[in-house]
């Protein structure tokens, strides 16, 4: 063989290593886009299931209920799942906490993923009254459920992909703080400092509150200041984020969502929020430098309250979240460089 061709083959599996995947990305035709694939009636048939489980505080055996669910859904659709456990002292005691990690196919856990598509699927902890969380987190996990259906028609897209359902998001206190919330999300976020940066997922999406019937999205994109930056964990790697390259970033993302709003002709329910919200995209953007985008409508009158119900929830905006997510993954973040 001669040396010349020595190093092309070298020059392919170092691509072939940190692509993500083998499969090359095909051009992308809006008569071809999965957006059009997305349910929102299959979506919200998820919430319904979910809620029908009741009360699922992390902990809880109406969460382990939910988890089965989604592993038997995601199955289905033939992801494979790993559960990521792992416990941490709250208010409420020692808890076990669990992650629901999926990639599509059998064996693919050793291959760097292009990006990260997320939800918490765990509800807020209330003594007084009973609360289902129909919105919260109900919503985001029925359409990250059916995005997983949706995706399983495009393999090539589905394998550079991880699909992740964090635990622990809702704090056991009153507020999130560096102590208390962000379970799952942490974890997670520090577990992936303790992997090679060129194998670390590039781009993320969170989707938590996507069902209000008056549907109002407005991204968080912004990062907290220093003081809040303590919630960062590095797992002991020593990895320090780049926050001024992962802020970039993040007004790139934030412009792709936009015009993915504007190609399905859905722009007046998508915004960008110019305030910070914490929620599960911190972790990963201050500990792991995973430029992740939070989609969250959190002008929400039922928010920790017993009105979170079914009754609040539409299917017509839980698809109007779902189509934006996979126009925006499918159209414009798959093809980041």
């Avoid at 790993?82 to 990639?103: C, D, H, M, W, Y």
């Avoid at 064996?107 to 919105?135: M, Q």
């Amino acid at each position: 063989m001669k040396a010349g061709s020595s190093s092309f083959l070298f020059s392919c599996l170092v691509v072939f290593l940190f692509s993500g995947c083998a499969d090359p990305i095909p051009e992308f035709t809006e008569e071809n886009a999965l957006s059009h694939r997305v349910s929102g009636e299959r979506a919200f048939q998820h919430v319904k299931a979910l809620v029908g489980f009741g009360p699922r505080p992390a902990g809880s055996e109406n969460l382990e209920r939910s988890r089965v669910y989604i592993q038997e859904q995601l199955a289905a659709a033939g992801w494979e799942i790993r559960r990521q456990s792992f416990s941490k002292k709250t208010p409420e005691g020692e808890i076990e906490f669990v992650n629901l990690r999926a990639r599509f196919g059998a064996g693919r856990w050793g291959d760097p993923v292009d990006g990260i598509l997320c939800s918490h699927y765990d509800t807020k902890l209330f003594e007084s009254f009973e609360f289902l969380g129909a919105n919260d987190a109900g919503s985001s996990t029925g359409v990250l459920i059916e995005l997983a259906g949706v995706l399983s028609e495009k393999p090539w897209l589905a394998k550079r992909l991880e699909l992740v359902f964090f635990d622990g998001e809702e704090a056991f206190g009153t507020n999130i703080t560096s102590k208390d919330g962000l379970y799952g999300s942490r974890y997670y976020a520090a577990e992936i400092t303790l992997t090679k940066p060129e194998t670390r997922p590039k781009w993320g999406v969170l989707l938590d509150m996507v069902g209000d019937r008056d549907l109002k999205i407005r991204a968080a994109v912004q990062v907290p200041g220093a003081s809040l930056r303590e919630m960062a964990d590095s797992g002991g790697s020593g990895y320090r984020v780049d926050i001024a390259l992962v802020k970039q970033q993040l007004q790139g993302i934030s412009r792709d969502l936009i015009a993915s709003a504007e190609d399905l002709g859905v722009r007046k329910h998508v915004g960008i929020s110019p305030d910070y919200i914490i929620d599960d995209h911190i972790p990963l953007i201050v500990t792991a430098g995973i430029p992740t985008i939070d989609l969250i409508d959190f002008d929400y009158d039922y928010w920790h309250t017993p009105g979170d119900s079914l009754e609040q929830v539409s299917a017509e905006s839980l698809e109007i979240s779902g189509r934006v997510t996979m126009q925006l993954v499918e159209k414009y973040l798959i093809r980041k460089e």
